[in-house]
């Protein structure tokens, strides 16, 4: 195995080449050209979506609202700057430690929009099972190490996509952050297509019944669209300004222990399975990358952040090493905490948020056990 001498990723990453003088794919921009397709067709998108006149229905687009602060920020410019009828979409994550019905509250005071919660407890845990105790597809593909993370958000994607459809509204907005927005797929009838392609005819008619079937041979124009509108604001996103702002509109009550995913200690065992990696890893080397690129410019790495001198390669060896263990029940509780609790300070936590999220990686086992997930 070697690794990228720039970021750090190692040869066998999924979707990742070594060059002969130890430098990635990803180093050498050769993703530039997709990237700045997908960039032009999304800001297009974007502009068309701002021009639109009302739609003819009830309502001109259907945000997916989280509760989260760049969405409550989004929901808040689209009702209230933009003049947007809205259907606030909210899907119930189960995996999310703070439900999003306790953080949408406080938005539904003050945007006038009409708010919608949806949930589908069963079939989004009987996708994740299939998920984590099916063999990963190999070779792999890029982001194949975060498949457990992007199925979740592709399910509730797919059910505000038929929600959308079955009210006739013509767009859906969704405020993923700009640089996830360069991986993800914009067209609707392709994350269909994605979704069977990797769950099968089978299971995806179990999770969703015929419905979705019916987006596949659709005309185009009768298709949701999906608008991303952080687009607009990809050179100046800053979320220390978004979360002030929101503050001072009494839209937001801050919190150190944010919602989370209480899965993220199962993520890393998938991708340290599966893919001898870290869940964060390609954040987490782009970081790198841009240190080395930019030298003393500070640059905004959107959602995480990770310190300037970040030794990537121990920190994921100690990271996968002791993952791996308490998966398999080894070692004892008290090494485990220590262990953790080291690692993600060199990550930047800060104490408490290190002893925090140490928790929850020993808890991994139990986690594993509620849902049907078999660690090996
Ligand atoms: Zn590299």
Redesign the pocket.
């Known amino acids: 195995m070697s690794r ?1 001498t ?2 750090s ?1 190692k040869d066998d990453h999924p979707g990742v080449v070594l060059d002969d003088q130890q ?2 794919n ?2 050498n921009f050769d993703f530039a050209e997709d990237l700045l397709v997908n960039y032009r067709y999304t800001s297009e998108v974007f502009a068309e979506f701002q021009q639109a006149p009302p739609a003819d229905g009830e309502f001109d687009c259907l945000f997916m609202y989280s509760g989260g602060k760049d969405s409550t920020y989004m929901l808040d410019k689209f009702v209230n700057e933009y003049g947007k009828r809205v259907l606030a979409y909210t899907f119930d994550v189960p995996f999310e430690s703070v439900h999003a019905a306790q953080n949408i509250s406080l938005a539904q005071e003050k945007i006038p929009a009409t708010f919608l919660l949806d949930a589908d407890d069963d079939n989004i845990k009987l996708m994740m099972r299939e998920v984590f105790n099916r063999p990963a597809p190999k070779p792999g593909r890029y982001l194949d190490e975060k498949l457990p993370c992007v199925s979740c958000r592709t399910f509730f994607v797919l059910r505000a996509i038929l929600n959308a459809y079955e009210r006739k509204i013509p767009y859906i907005a969704l405020c993923a952050d700009p640089q996830q927005i360069l991986t993800m797929e914009s067209n609707v009838r392709e994350i269909v297509r994605g979704f069977y392609e990797t769950f099968g005819e089978r299971l995806t008619g179990t999770l969703f019944g015929e419905r979705l079937e019916d987006l596949l041979f659709e005309d185009d124009e009768d298709l949701p669209k999906i608008v991303f509108p952080f687009i607009a604001m990809r050179h100046d996103y800053d979320p220390d300004h978004i979360v002030a702002e929101l503050q001072a509109k009494g839209l937001y009550e801050s919190s150190p222990l944010e919602t989370h995913c209480t899965l993220f200690p199962l993520l890393n065992y998938y991708s340290f399975k599966n893919w001898d990696c870290m869940f964060y890893k390609l954040n987490a ?1 782009s970081h790198v ?1 841009s240190v080395r690129r930019n030298g003393d410019q500070a640059r905004n790495t959107f959602s995480i952040k990770f310190p300037r001198a970040l030794d990537l390669a121990p920190v994921e060896d100690q990271l996968g090493e002791v993952v791996m263990a308490i998966a398999a029940g080894e070692g004892s509780r008290e090494e485990h905490e220590k262990t953790l609790i080291d690692v993600f300070q060199r990550m930047d936590a800060t104490e408490d948020a290190a002893r925090f999220v140490a928790q929850s990686f020993l808890d991994m086992r139990s986690v594993a056990d509620d849902l049907g997930i078999r660690l090996s």
């Open positions: 990228c720039v970021c990723l430098v990635c990803l180093c080397s990358r």
